[in-house]
């Protein structure tokens, strides 16, 4: 990593994902309810880990 470079996120929020995706809101959650993106609660947070979204856009969810 380059110094200047901050560290990869382990997990967006929703809002965060749709922008670094261009996914928008909707089909965010429509690819979790079929399973095709993980997401965890945590406390009243969605988190989407951040090797799964990167899967589905690499084709492999």
């Known amino acids: 990593m380059h110094p ?3 560290p990869e996120p382990l997990a967006y929020s929703v ?3 749709c922008r670094v995706s261009s ?5 965010l959650y429509q690819l979790i309810g079929e399973g095709r993106l993980q997401a ?3 406390g009243k947070r969605t988190l989407i880990p951040a090797a799964s979204l990167r899967a589905l856009i690499d084709g492999e969810g």
């Open 4 to 6: 200047d470079q901050s």
């Open 40 to 42: 965890r609660k945590v």
């Open 15 to 17: 809002a965060d994902a």
């Open 23 to 27: 996914i928008g809101r909707t089909r």
